[in-house]
């Protein structure tokens, strides 16, 4: 009987006996250890690196030692591959059991292996792609060999990585007899079928991921087997110059003949430009036909479109979807410009206004596995909200309008160089510093004038009109029915009149009017208004979690989201940024079959609430107008803040008392990219805020923002 030896392999605790000089590689195969190999053994990949350990393992009572290996061979030594032998490393492929040992598999030689990679913030992610590769030795071929090409590729398969019931992609078909003439080939599989072929050693297959926002398009390159993000980029949506919301869009394919074709021929030239800056954008030499894989999520509109799908029925109720389902689609039926394996697979959609991105974004989030009651908020030209826990989950669309991104702005624009994106008001003076995208320093601190010199000030983004907002709020220039009042002309030469009402100048060339109050005061009660109605279907406020998605949550301040009343009363700590999380739970169902199954069960368990349709949206529209909120009150922001104390009376615009109005205000057409919004009467008229020659009111205390002293 053959000698038998010992061997655990640490960290999954698996062990047995082997028969001694069997392969470290073999052994774990053996065992149902997870050790990667693409090249089957030949020395070739380097991915079924192993350590061998030193010690004594009592539990088992094994004396593990380097020697009880067989000494590195002509395969090491002749190994080239990108990974290092180095400090002990040994591959399992050449390494064979001469004793009782016990074997450690590092993290980038499990096939599912957990990854964190911070630009896209995945982590805790079992690396388990679609797409694996197989390097193939074909034999026979000649006069005597009555087998198809097929019939060898899956042959060779079958016996040299026990992969049964293998089928050719039919797009291969026209290669398959160069493939077959070939003595080594490396070939990717999709689950049963295979998908590429290249002669030789090809040790990378890549996907990506993709999320089509109606503002940007943005991607990341991942590699498949390892779950590095190679490269990201984004674009700008050429879709933009047909609308800069939602409903332009469709409005655009409504009214023109072959408007439809114009806009999916727009997105899939940026797709296909997209996945070409991609893979020039990746450090390694790479191919589009390496590129095997492409998840793409996105708003129902753009989901639409991208696919080729008429989009009008989007734009008028009952909203309805031509699918719901995930899709899986060759990529040349996109013309992506890929190799004919290629393969596009689009995230499920919830509803006729929330889409696969918030699919993805719930995937991100963990909330549909969570204890802890979560609201996710997207926000773009139309905001997605997700309110909910393990228990259930509620989502509801609300028609916020491009104003947080920029748009309908006076000075307003696109987060870029030159453009403020924070701001900060000293109560007392009302003057201003701020930061812009590309420049370090404050605007009060040495080096501004040389830091901004390239670019100059050129307007301000969604984040810093929030910030502005927020200050003039905190500092008695707004009030909380978003007025800028005339007791500011009295404070400072800063705050002046305009036509019949008030601007606030941050700038040369950069003022807040009231209008811009306005378009944001609009934007934020459809938001906020949206998440009242999911809370009131909840049943309850609690809310443990928020977070913020998107490229504009991603740059949000929290504190000054909750000052405008953004989002609900509570612990300023628990209301954070998590970026894009759409585009996170892209690259989490891009490189994981499991995370695709988890985002498609959990699209199944949400209830949406369509705000279109709802009673009480127009209620909770009207009482989200005030600054915070007319309502609800804020017991956690007061302990950050010192919010304005508002009279009942105030001076009016002839130097006359006059009572406060509650009234109304209708969203702007603009305003409701995607759905319906309530009508309403305006809140203020322009007139009651004329200019007034009354001495303006003391300023509120000094609250301090994030950390910061008073200024």
């Known amino acids: 009987m053959a000698e038998e030896h010992r061997v655990v392999f640490t960290p999954s605790g698996l062990r047995g006996s082997v028969a001694a000089g069997t392969t470290v590689l073999d052994a774990a195969r053996s065992l149902g250890v997870d050790l990667d190999s693409v090249c089957g053994g030949r020395g070739l990949c380097g991915r079924c690196r192993v350590l061998p350990t030193t010690g004594e393992l009592a539990t088992e009572a094994i004396t593990s030692r380097a020697e009880h290996l067989s000494a590195p061979g002509e395969l090491e030594a002749n190994y080239r591959g990108r990974r290092t032998l180095d400090g002990g490393i040994r591959l399992g492929c050449a390494a064979r059991i001469e004793g009782d040992v016990v074997v450690d598999v590092p993290p980038e030689s499990q096939l599912v292996r957990p990854v964190v990679r911070k630009s896209v913030d995945v982590d805790n992610l079992l690396v388990e792609p679609e797409v694996v590769l197989h390097v193939v030795e074909l034999t026979g071929g000649g006069d005597d060999d009555p087998r198809s090409a097929t019939e060898r590729l899956t042959d060779a398969l079958a016996e040299q990585w026990q992969l049964h019931d293998v089928s050719i992609d039919r797009a291969l078909l026209p290669t398959l007899h160069a493939a077959v003439a070939t003595p080594q080939i490396t070939v990717a599989r999709r689950r049963h079928e295979v998908v590429a072929w290249w002669p030789g050693y090809v040790d990378r297959a890549t996907g990506a991921a993709i999320d089509v926002g109606s503002t940007t398009v943005a991607g990341h390159l991942c590699d498949l087997a390892t779950g590095e993000v190679l490269a990201s980029a984004g674009r700008m949506n050429p879709q933009i110059r047909f609308g800069e919301d939602l409903m332009s869009r469709v409005s655009y394919a409504m009214l023109n003949e072959g408007g439809s074709e114009e806009l999916t021929r727009a997105i899939r030239d940026a797709l296909r430009d997209l996945l070409a800056e991609l893979v020039a954008g990746a450090s390694d030499q790479l191919d589009r036909t390496q590129l095997l894989d492409v998840v793409i999520v996105g708003n129902p509109v753009?989901?639409?479109?991208?696919?080729?799908?008429?989009?009008?029925?989007?734009?008028?109720?009952?909203?309805?979807?031509?699918?719901?389902?995930?899709?899986?689609?060759?990529?040349?039926?996109?013309?992506?410009?890929?190799?004919?394996?290629?393969?596009?697979?689009?995230?499920?959609?919830?509803?006729?206004?929330?889409?696969?991105?918030?699919?993805?974004?719930?995937?991100?989030?963990?909330?549909?596995?969570?204890?802890?009651?979560?609201?996710?908020?997207?926000?773009?030209?139309?905001?997605?909200?997700?309110?909910?826990?393990?228990?259930?989950?509620?989502?509801?669309?609300?028609?916020?309008?491009?104003?947080?991104?920029?748009?309908?702005?006076?000075?307003?624009?696109?987060?870029?160089?030159?453009?403020?994106?924070?701001?900060?008001?000293?109560?007392?003076?009302?003057?201003?510093?701020?930061?812009?995208?590309?420049?370090?320093?404050?605007?009060?601190?040495?080096?501004?004038?040389?830091?901004?010199?390239?670019?100059?000030?050129?307007?301000?983004?969604?984040?810093?009109?929030?910030?502005?907002?927020?200050?003039?709020?905190?500092?008695?220039?707004?009030?909380?029915?978003?007025?800028?009042?005339?007791?500011?002309?009295?404070?400072?030469?800063?705050?002046?009149?305009?036509?019949?009402?008030?601007?606030?100048?941050?700038?040369?060339?950069?003022?807040?009017?009231?209008?811009?109050?306005?378009?944001?005061?609009?934007?934020?009660?459809?938001?906020?208004?949206?998440?009242?109605?999911?809370?009131?279907?909840?049943?309850?406020?609690?809310?443990?979690?928020?977070?913020?998605?998107?490229?504009?949550?991603?740059?949000?301040?929290?504190?000054h989201a909750m000052v405008l009343g953004l989002v609900p009363d509570g612990p300023v700590d628990a209301v954070r940024s998590v970026g894009n999380a759409a585009g996170t739970g892209a690259v989490r169902?891009?490189?994981?079959?499991?995370?695709?199954?988890?985002?498609?069960?959990?699209?199944?368990?949400?209830?949406?609430?369509?705000?279109?349709?709802?009673?009480?949206?127009?209620?909770?529209?009207?009482?989200a107008l005030a600054f915070p909120h007319r309502d609800a009150p804020s017991p956690h922001l007061a302990t950050v803040v010192t919010l304005p104390e508002q009279p009942e009376v105030h001076p009016g615009s002839q130097g006359r008392g006059r009572r406060r109005r509650r009234g109304r205000a209708r969203p702007t057409e603009s305003s409701a990219p995607s759905e319906a919004a309530p009508s309403a009467e305006p809140a203020r008229s322009a007139e009651s805020s004329a200019p007034s020659a009354e001495p303006a009111r003391s300023a509120p205390p000094l609250p301090t923002l994030q950390g910061e002293e008073p200024t």
């Open 302 to 559: 753009m989901h639409h479109i991208a696919l080729g799908i008429d989009p009008t029925p989007l734009g008028q109720s009952p909203f309805t979807l031509a699918t719901s389902e995930p899709l899986r689609l060759p990529a040349a039926d996109l013309d992506l410009g890929l190799g004919p394996g290629a393969q596009v697979y689009v995230g499920p959609c919830i509803a006729g206004h929330v889409g696969a991105d918030t699919a993805a974004a719930i995937l991100a989030s963990g909330m549909h596995r969570s204890e802890r009651r979560t609201l996710l908020v997207d926000v773009g030209t139309n905001a997605e909200i997700v309110l909910g826990d393990r228990h259930g989950l509620l989502a509801a669309s609300s028609p916020t309008g491009p104003a947080f991104e920029g748009a309908q702005i006076s000075a307003g624009q696109r987060a870029a160089a030159g453009a403020i994106e924070r701001v900060r008001i000293d109560r007392l003076t009302l003057e201003p510093r701020f930061k812009v995208i590309g420049a370090e320093p404050w605007s009060d601190e040495p080096g501004f004038d040389a830091a901004v010199a390239a670019s100059g000030v050129t307007g301000i983004c969604g984040s810093g009109i929030i910030e502005v907002i927020s200050e003039l709020f905190l500092s008695g220039v707004i009030d909380r029915d978003g007025l800028i009042v005339s007791e500011g002309i009295a404070r400072s030469p800063r705050v002046v009149p305009d036509g019949n009402t008030f601007s606030y100048v941050l700038c040369e060339g950069v003022s807040i009017t009231q209008n811009d109050v306005r378009a944001i005061q609009l934007a934020k009660a459809a938001l906020r208004a949206g998440i009242e109605l999911l809370i009131d279907h909840a049943g309850t406020r609690q809310i443990d979690d928020v977070q913020l998605a998107g490229a504009f949550g991603a740059h949000i301040d929290p504190l």
């Open 589 to 623: 169902a891009l490189l994981s079959q499991r995370e695709r199954h988890d985002m498609e069960q959990a699209v199944a368990g949400v209830t949406k609430i369509e705000t279109a349709t709802e009673p009480s949206f127009q209620e909770h529209f009207v009482a």
